[in-house]
């Protein structure tokens, strides 16, 4: 079974922080991604990642970036946290594109 | 646009059938997916149709396409208490590697 692991499942940081949400894969997929789900929008992508070292944007990129320095690792960066940045994130991966997703148990971020 | 509509609240008596719709906008979609999601967990994907096929069964499951109308729908029989969660339809579409997701139905069953 495919496994994505996001390190954290709850993170309470403060307007301004530097955070980093990590997310794992075990299946040597090419391609990962990050959403974050808000009620009522649901899913939206923010950054995806087809090869180590290669990302492109989404949908909402702004205030995020990301990182994919191994093949197994995808982080998400959010350079200075800010409120409306509370909500939950997503982590999957597939391969090749156009497969279902396998997705982690999402990080809740809430930034105060 | 990118557009995948739901409805956002479905609510059935358990032992009934549920139906949840979805509308696409992209005809030129491949995949069309179906998400649950459980209280505190991430997606799980319950099934998928190919875009050349109308109709897909799978045990309780039963996913209906209609191409013309750019609609797709998951019905589920015998619903269950423990098919309380949200439902995500989502479209993969031609030259996009990322899958575009609805706002999701939240299915309540009710004893």
């Known amino acids: 079974d495919v496994k994505v692991t996001q390190s954290s499942r709850y993170l309470v940081k403060r307007t301004g922080e530097k955070v980093f949400l990590e997310c794992v894969q075990d299946m040597d997929h090419e391609n990962m991604f990050w959403y974050r789900q808000d009620p009522g929008l649901g899913l939206r992508l923010i950054y995806f990642?087809?090869?180590?070292?290669?990302?492109e944007k989404g949908d909402i990129p702004e205030g995020y970036s990301v990182s994919r320095e191994k093949k197994e690792r995808f982080s998400l960066i959010l350079e200075s946290a800010s409120t409306n940045q509370t909500s939950m994130y997503l982590c999957?991966?597939?391969?090749?594109?156009?497969?279902?997703?396998?997705f982690g148990n999402g990080t809740r971020l809430t930034v105060t | 646009g990118e557009d995948v509509e739901q409805s956002l609240f479905l609510s059935v008596r358990e032992g009934d059938s549920s139906v949840i719709n979805c509308t696409y906008t992209d005809s030129s979609s491949t995949y069309l997916y179906w998400y649950k999601q459980e209280p505190g967990a991430g997606l799980q994907l319950l099934t998928y149709?190919?875009?050349?096929?109308d109709m897909k069964q799978d045990q309780r499951l039963t996913v209906l396409l209609n191409k013309k109308d750019k609609h797709l729908s998951l019905r589920i029989a015998d619903t269950q208490t423990g098919d309380s969660a949200i439902y995500f339809c989502a479209e993969s579409m031609t030259g996009r590697r990322a899958l575009t997701f609805g706002s999701g139905t939240r299915l309540q069953v009710q004893p």
């Open positions: 990642s087809y090869d180590v070292k290669m990302k």
């Open positions: 149709i190919f875009s050349n096929m």
């Open positions: 999957a991966s597939t391969s090749p594109y156009n497969s279902p997703l396998h």
